[in-house]
Each structure stands twice: as structure tokens, then as C-alpha cells.
């Protein structure tokens, strides 16, 4: 039985080696694109349904946090089912590792905001930059199995970011500072793997 083991043990960790240098192929563009749209939408209904978020921080957040829970709830179930559909036989250790890659980023996220909004609530002004910044760490920390230009992306939103948070007060909460920065920053990704794919597909050919 101690073999046995020791071999279930070593076919895992070789799973666990193969799937480490496997270009991770379950993020679909047309997903991410309209997580891009979503964004822009989102950005719409602030113009529309508030002209004053630094006076209403609690309605910000909602319109944001509900657009950030929509967008992950439909990329995490097409990317498990795009991971079963390609990866087959590693799609379990494949998504494990781009979970692992996003998740601090996430978690980081989530505790900038509470302790923003409740130790220093007047400095909220800096939450969109700081979401920005932390998103493209995350993007910075998954590139290792992504296509090469999807530093690009990590680029743009550290510079959407960094941009941000220089505008400094009230003017950091426009609609646009979100709307534009994740708006053109998903379609910049779903832009990144759609040439990825078909370029790979041309050199299997």
C-alpha cells in the first residue's frame, strides 16, 4: 500500500510539474470582452444614477462591487467549463494554479476596501486606483502561464492605476476612471488571448 501511495503521490506531482508549464487556455475572449462592457455600462448608470459619489460612497460601491461579483461569477464559470472542454485531464490542477495566482490579489482587494472604509474613510477617494493597481498584480502574477504580451495588460492597469490615484480627491471617483481604465483594459486581454489562440492554432497547422 506504501507504493501505491508513493506512486499515486508521484503521478500527482507530475501532473501538478506538466500543468506549471502549460499555457492555462481557460479564459475565453468573448467572456472577458464583456466583462469589458460591463464596466463601461456600469460607468453609464454612475453618470445616470450618480452625479455626487463622493457624498454617496455606499451607492459607489455598490454599482462597482456588484459589476466586479457579475463579471467573476461569469468568468469563473466559463473558465471552468472552457478548462474541462481544452485541458481535459489537467483541468483540475490547471485551474488550481489560476485561482492561486488571483486569489491574493482578490483578497487584498477586499481588505483595502474594509479598512479604507473603516479606518480611514476619507481617503475612500483612493479605492479605484488601489483596485487597479492590485488587479494588475494579479494579471503580473498569472503572465508565467498566459500569452508573453499579457504584460501588456498588467502595464496598463498599473498605469490606469498609478493615473488615478495622481488625480487625487473627488475627481478619482468619476465614472470614467473605472469605466475607461477596465472597460479598455478587459478588451485589451480578450484582444491578447483571441491573437494568442490564433496564433497557436496557425503553428499547430
Not at 2 to 11: E, P, Q, S, T, V
Not at 41 to 51: D, K, N, T, Y
Not at 104 to 125: D, M
Not at 195 to 205: C, H, I, L, M, P
Amino acid at each position: 500500500m506504501n507504493d501505491l501511495y508513493k506512486a499515486l503521490g508521484d503521478i500527482s506531482s507530475i501532473r501538478r510539474q506538466i500543468a506549471s508549464t502549460t499555457e492555462f487556455r481557460g479564459y475565453g475572449p468573448a467572456t472577458l470582452a464583456t466583462t469589458g462592457m460591463f464596466a463601461i455600462l456600469a460607468a453609464a448608470a454612475q453618470v445616470l444614477w450618480l452625479p455626487d459619489p463622493a457624498h454617496h460612497i455606499s451607492a459607489y460601491l455598490g454599482i462597482w462591487i456588484s459589476t466586479a461579483v457579475l463579471s467573476v461569477a461569469l468568468t469563473g464559470v466559463q473558465m471552468y467549463n472552457r478548462a474541462r472542454r481544452i485541458h481535459s485531464g489537467l483541468s483540475n490542477e490547471m485551474l488550481r494554479m489560476a485561482v492561486e495566482q488571483f486569489l491574493p490579489s482578490a483578497a487584498a482587494g477586499l481588505l483595502v476596501t474594509i479598512v479604507l472604509l473603516r479606518y480611514v474613510p476619507f481617503a475612500t477617494w483612493m479605492l479605484p486606483g488601489m483596485w487597479q493597481v492590485i488587479f494588475s498584480l494579479g494579471i503580473f502574477s498569472s503572465c508565467r502561464f498566459l500569452p508573453l504580451p499579457m504584460i501588456a495588460a498588467g502595464a496598463w492597469y498599473l498605469l490606469t492605476g498609478l493615473s488615478c490615484l495622481a488625480v487625487g480627491g473627488t475627481r478619482a471617483l468619476s465614472p470614467w476612471t473605472m469605466g475607461i481604465s477596465y472597460g479598455a483594459g478587459q478588451l485589451l486581454v480578450a484582444a491578447i488571448l483571441l491573437f494568442g489562440t490564433a496564433k497557436e492554432n496557425e503553428d499547430e497547422v
